[in-house]
């Protein structure tokens, strides 16, 4: 790259419009939010220290999240800017100014400083990796022959919030970006034959429903505080929020008229706060017991103190004091600690104030830790004769990768981690270059089709020039586009149509795993139930590794039932696993029918999508379908799913020394996979996942 030519062109930011748009558009104020004030305050918090590293708001929908962090920016002073700059350089601090500044000032120009607002800038979750981290300016390539960088989000997020509504359904390659990014402060570039990098210092802010999924743990770690939040109960603050709101949407100058008292007043609590900042005095006292509670407390590595120590001087400053004191830090550690607790999807942990008060007071006072643990409250298994039990899920066991769900050629529209899809769609990898299908709607590679166009420069400008009007829907020879005359100059490459080459993308989407479960009487002999609740939990480990969707079916009884709806959650599925009760009679058929039809409703909505049903059962069946035998009636459901191609997977749960292998001659029916649940562990899943059922073979316990 010629470090000569201005890189970045004149034209600053392509997201530069927005932030015009955005100082027009009303925004609910801030202070006029009901009730949240946790969330309120852990935003605030971010305000006064920028530096803190972010905020994870994770609750149910309809909970005011994204309506929080938009009024967040109006409380926020408005900082000076460099005019001009794609990056929103600080004039004052010199050291940091990115390389268009620093090419100014080297032209001895003038840099002129401007006010705005601190700037939010979304990141959608289908963006394309060239549109957050930037690419190549197209216009300057071709018609001028200059590798000129096209800033992306990254670069209009320098110096502002950067916010990711449903953060968790962001694909991993993006992912992986924005941790580089969050972590130096920097966005490096290096693609297409440039090379690029441009200060990237924002604050972060994510929101989430947790039933759609949860966050890889690196990226988790990395929102400084985390806040739950739930819907409002009382009807009289549900009425306030309604009111509010169509007051605002009725009249939005007139609502914010009103509350511009409030909020001038929050704003000042903030530029005072971040004023007072520096004057605020964290003791060793104060260090030591922040440190002592993350040991105790298991705070896997040290950003947790680091954020508490932040969150706490914070705290201290917004309360207009310049002593940290045990309730800074008390409340620092639940906004800081909560999400940092949990180390697996199926924990639980909660960071309870009443256990948090007492660790506070026992550090204060230099006790030891006591030795005494709780014993594991036991659900009953609803012994004395009842009909249902339930039984709690045994240790889960290390069953090994399910096999992999996704239709290659299918489309790409969820992200996972399961298989690779090529042609991934514009949110995919670029990962390399070919040639574009007659009448294909493509995403030109310019690096691969300017190498293409190369060794042709010279001829193609000898050649007489033309002015074709050009095609509907084809890319046209640019040696003279329309309306341009044969005195103008040519472009600095000429491309033709055999030269234009397309990008493709690979991803990762993930896939749907159906359980489908034997939960009648005979499950409960031997406590079987309890191992195979054991057995599903450790392949739901692996289905959250993936980013699958999960779904679980039951049959007992009269028929069968869709216990959870596919969803993204394995929390979730390991709660209706653990509640699902045992007994009764065994409609195996009516399971099967029921997995068939919960498929196909699914490949409807994402027919990107090739399932894994996960059938447990014994293989007996006692309740007849249609008046029809019941085992005549498993076998020609299995049979079904055997003709449309549906993956699946027979576990086989029968005990005891006589066994009728009829679990096993419905794999056959099925065409699937075999494993007994004796034998269930990571080597026997392996090797029959790895096997190629096909109806009729023989088919042997995996030993």
């Given at each position: 790259?010629?470090?000569?030519?201005?890189?970045?062109?004149?034209?600053?930011?392509p997201?530069?419009?927005?932030?015009?748009?955005?100082?027009t558009?009303?925004?609910?104020?801030?202070?006029?939010?009901?009730?949240?004030?946790?969330?309120?305050?852990?935003?605030?918090?971010n305000?006064?220290?920028?530096?803190?590293g972010?905020?994870?708001?994770?609750?149910?929908?309809?909970?005011?999240?994204?309506?929080?962090v938009?009024?967040?920016?109006?409380?926020?002073?408005?900082?000076?800017?460099?005019?001009?700059?794609?990056?929103?350089?600080?004039?004052?601090i010199?050291?940091?100014?990115?390389?268009?500044?620093?090419?100014?000032?080297?032209?001895?120009?003038?840099?002129?400083?401007?006010?705005?607002?601190?700037?939010?800038?979304?990141?959608p979750?289908?963006?394309?990796?060239?549109?957050v981290?930037?690419?190549?300016?197209?216009?300057?390539?071709i018609?001028?022959?200059?590798?000129?960088?096209?800033?992306?989000?990254?670069?209009?997020a320098?110096?502002?919030?950067?916010?990711?509504?449903?953060?968790?359904?962001?694909?991993?390659h993006?992912?992986?970006?924005?941790?580089?990014?969050?972590?130096?402060?920097?966005?490096?570039?290096?693609?297409?034959?440039?090379?690029?990098?441009h200060?990237?210092?924002?604050m972060l802010?994510?929101?989430?429903n947790?039933?759609?999924?949860?966050?890889?743990?690196?990226?988790?770690?990395?929102?400084?505080?985390?806040?739950?939040?739930?819907?409002?109960?009382?009807?009289?603050?549900?009425?306030?929020?309604?009111?509010?709101?169509?007051?605002?949407?009725?009249?939005?100058?007139?609502f914010?008229?009103?509350?511009?008292?409030?909020?001038?007043?929050?704003?000042a609590?903030?530029v005072?706060?971040?004023?007072?900042?520096p004057?605020?005095v964290?003791?060793?006292?104060?260090?030591?017991?922040?440190?002592?509670?993350?040991?105790?407390?298991?705070?896997?590595?040290?950003?947790?103190?680091?954020?508490m120590?932040?969150?706490?001087?914070?705290?201290?400053?917004?309360?207009?004091?310049i002593?940290?004191?045990?309730?800074?830090?008390?409340?620092?550690?639940?906004?800081?600690?909560?999400?940092?607790?949990?180390?697996?999807?199926?924990?639980?942990?909660?960071?309870?104030?009443?256990?948090?008060?007492?660790?506070?007071?026992?550090?204060?006072?230099?006790?030891?830790?006591?030795?005494e643990?709780?014993?594991?409250?036991?659900?009953?298994?609803?012994?004395?004769?009842?009909p249902?039990?339930?039984?709690?899920p045994?240790?889960?066991?290390?069953?090994?990768?399910?096999?992999?769900?996704t239709?290659r050629?299918?489309?790409f529209?969820q992200?996972?981690?399961?298989?690779?899809?090529?042609?991934?769609?514009?949110?995919?990898?670029?990962v390399?270059?070919a040639?574009?299908?007659?009448g294909?709607?493509?995403?030109?590679?310019?690096?691969?089709t300017?190498?293409?166009?190369?060794?042709?420069?010279?001829?193609?400008?000898?050649?007489p020039?033309?002015s074709?009007?050009p095609?509907?829907?084809?890319?046209?020879p640019p040696?003279?586009?329309?309306?341009?005359?044969?005195?103008?100059?040519l472009?600095?490459?000429?491309?033709?149509?055999?030269?234009?080459?397309?990008?493709?993308?690979?991803?990762?989407?993930?896939?749907l795993?159906?359980?489908?479960?034997?939960?009648?009487?005979?499950?409960?002999?031997?406590?079987?139930?309890?191992a195979?609740?054991?057995?599903?939990?450790?392949?739901?480990?692996?289905a959250?590794?993936?980013?699958?969707q999960?779904?679980?079916?039951?049959?007992?009884?009269?028929g069968?039932?869709?216990?959870?709806?596919?969803?993204?959650?394995?929390?979730?599925a390991?709660?209706?696993?653990?509640?699902?009760p045992?007994g009764g009679?065994?409609?195996?058929?009516?399971?099967?029918?029921?997995?068939?039809?919960?498929i196909?409703?699914?490949?409807?909505?994402r027919?990107?999508?090739?399932?894994?049903?996960?059938?447990?059962?014994d293989?007996r069946?006692?309740?007849?379908?249609?008046?029809?035998?019941?085992?005549?009636?498993?076998?020609?459901?299995?049979?079904?799913?055997?003709?449309?191609?549906?993956?699946?997977l027979?576990?086989?749960?029968?005990?005891?020394?006589?066994?009728?292998?009829?679990?096993?001659?419905?794999?056959?029916?099925m065409?699937?996979?075999?494993v007994?649940?004796?034998d269930?562990?990571?080597?026997?899943?392996?090797?029959?996942?790895r096997?190629e059922?096909?109806?009729?073979s023989?088919?042997r316990?995996?030993?």
């Amino acid at each position: 790259m010629n470090t000569s030519q201005d890189p970045f062109g004149a034209r600053g930011s392509p997201l530069s419009n927005q932030y015009s748009a955005y100082k027009t558009r009303h925004v609910f104020p801030f202070t006029a939010l009901v009730g949240q004030d946790r969330m309120k305050l852990a935003l605030a918090l971010n305000a006064i220290n920028p530096t803190l590293g972010g905020v994870l708001v994770r609750g149910e929908k309809g909970t005011a999240k994204s309506t929080a962090v938009r009024a967040l920016a109006g409380l926020l002073p408005r900082i000076p800017v460099v005019q001009g700059c794609p990056y929103s350089c600080d004039p004052q601090i010199p050291d940091i100014l990115c390389n268009f500044c620093q090419v100014r000032l080297a032209k001895r120009e003038m840099l002129i400083s401007v006010t705005r607002m601190v700037p939010v800038v979304d990141l959608p979750v289908g963006a394309t990796e060239d549109r957050v981290v930037g690419t190549i300016d197209l216009e300057q390539a071709i018609q001028h022959g200059e590798r000129r960088f096209e800033p992306g989000i990254l670069a209009a997020a320098n110096r502002g919030i950067l916010y990711i509504d449903e953060v968790n359904l962001l694909s991993d390659h993006l992912v992986d970006v924005l941790l580089d990014a969050a972590a130096m402060g920097v966005n490096v570039v290096e693609r297409e034959g440039i090379s690029v990098s441009h200060p990237a210092r924002f604050m972060l802010i994510g929101t989430m429903n947790p039933e759609e999924g949860d966050l890889r743990p690196q990226l988790l770690d990395r929102f400084a505080l985390g806040v739950e939040v739930q819907g409002i109960s009382d009807p009289s603050l549900r009425a306030e929020v309604v009111r509010r709101r169509i007051a605002f949407e009725a009249d939005p100058p007139g609502f914010l008229a009103r509350w511009a008292q409030a909020e001038a007043a929050e704003q000042a609590r903030v530029v005072a706060a971040q004023e007072l900042l520096p004057q605020v005095v964290l003791d060793e006292d104060m260090l030591t017991l922040i440190t002592r509670l993350c040991a105790e407390l298991q705070v896997d590595g040290l950003r947790g103190d680091i954020v508490m120590y932040k969150a706490a001087c914070a705290l201290a400053a917004y309360g207009g004091r310049i002593a940290v004191t045990d309730g800074d830090v008390r409340t620092a550690a639940e906004l800081a600690l909560t999400h940092r607790l949990r180390r697996g999807p199926f924990e639980h942990t909660q960071l309870d104030q009443e256990v948090l008060n007492r660790s506070i007071e026992r550090l204060r006072s230099g006790e030891a830790e006591s030795d005494e643990s709780e014993e594991p409250e036991e659900r009953s298994n609803g012994g004395g004769g009842a009909p249902d039990q339930v039984f709690q899920p045994g240790e889960p066991r290390p069953v090994g990768p399910l096999p992999a769900t996704t239709e290659r050629d299918a489309p790409f529209q969820q992200f996972g981690r399961r298989g690779p899809v090529t042609d991934a769609g514009p949110t995919g990898q670029y990962v390399y270059s070919a040639i574009p299908k007659p009448g294909e709607h493509i995403e030109l590679a310019l690096d691969a089709t300017v190498r293409a166009a190369a060794p042709y420069q010279r001829r193609r400008r000898l050649e007489p020039r033309t002015s074709a009007p050009p095609s509907p829907g084809r890319l046209t020879p640019p040696t003279l586009p329309a309306g341009r005359a044969a005195s103008d100059p040519l472009p600095a490459i000429l491309i033709r149509p055999q030269d234009v080459r397309r990008k493709v993308r690979q991803g990762k989407a993930g896939g749907l795993v159906l359980f489908v479960v034997d939960s009648s009487g005979s499950m409960g002999a031997e406590r079987r139930m309890e191992a195979a609740k054991g057995a599903i939990l450790g392949m739901l480990m692996d289905a959250y590794q993936k980013r699958d969707q999960v779904g679980l079916i039951a049959f007992r009884g009269a028929g069968a039932q869709e216990v959870l709806p596919p969803t993204s959650s394995v929390d979730i599925a390991e709660r209706r696993l653990a509640e699902l009760p045992t007994g009764g009679r065994t409609p195996l058929a009516h399971g099967l029918r029921q997995g068939l039809e919960t498929i196909r409703r699914t490949r409807a909505e994402r027919n990107r999508t090739a399932p894994l049903l996960v059938l447990l059962s014994d293989g007996r069946a006692n309740v007849p379908l249609n008046g029809s035998d019941p085992q005549d009636a498993a076998r020609r459901a299995a049979r079904e799913l055997a003709i449309r191609g549906i993956q699946s997977l027979v576990i086989d749960s029968e005990g005891g020394r006589l066994r009728l292998g009829l679990a096993c001659d419905l794999s056959r029916e099925m065409g699937a996979r075999y494993v007994h649940l004796d034998d269930l562990h990571a080597g026997a899943l392996m090797r029959a996942v790895r096997s190629e059922p096909t109806r009729g073979s023989s088919h042997r316990r995996a030993r």
